[in-house]
């Protein structure tokens, strides 16, 4: 299976993940916007709520392992306190909360690919998910003798397989159950639990 680079991947990123034996994740792509690649989804008090990255001005042929993350304005506050205000009352973010912090506060990242892999590997420690990956040396179009995940995994299109993945939500009798949410919404509201979701 190939896998794009996400920033705090949604549920079906880390089922596919765990579902296979081997993994690659892309890292030679053309960069696309509007993707999981730059931004998440949380649950917040209003419902749904993506949080998206910003990135240094790109031509629309930029290889993904060459986006810069811009800190033009301090998005890394904006996205911790909406953490914060999202999951402070779920059973497990001050469990968490140093960990992920850390990455918000007193880390800066020049390339998008370094943020995303970094958190990846947090929240694998995190949720126990023990799974060796590779990273592509190269861009192909197509991969036929494995699963291509790269742009059917997207903000735009529901999975129906994570649908009956149903677990407590902070907001939920306000809102629903929301599913396929970023990996953290998981992770805070389970915690040590998470892996037996995915």
Request: glycine residues 2%; charged residues 30%.
């Amino acid at each position: 299976m190939i896998l794009s680079s996400a920033y705090l991947a949604p549920l079906e990123y880390y089922k596919k993940m765990r579902a296979d034996d081997s993994v690659l994740i892309e890292h030679h792509e053309h960069f696309l916007k509007q993707t999981y690649r730059s931004r998440c989804e949380i649950y917040s008090p209003n419902g749904k709520q993506t949080l998206s990255i910003p990135l240094v001005d790109r031509n629309h042929r930029q290889s993904m392992k060459d986006v810069k993350i811009s800190y033009d304005y301090n998005w890394q506050h904006l996205h911790w306190k909406s953490m914060e205000s999202a999951y402070r009352r779920s059973p497990f973010f001050e469990f968490y909360e140093d960990d992920f912090r850390h990455y918000y506060e007193e880390r800066k990242f020049e390339f998008l690919l370094d943020l995303n892999e970094e958190l990846q590997q947090l929240v694998m420690s995190s949720i126990k998910l023990k799974k060796n990956y590779t990273f592509t040396t190269e861009y192909k179009t197509n991969y036929e003798e494995i699963e291509d995940c790269r742009n059917t995994i997207t903000p735009k299109v529901q999975p129906h397989d994570t649908e009956s993945i149903k677990y407590t939500q902070v907001f939920e009798s306000r809102h629903g159950f929301i599913p396929n949410l970023s990996i953290v919404d998981l992770l805070f509201n389970q915690g040590p639990r998470a892996l037996d979701y995915i």
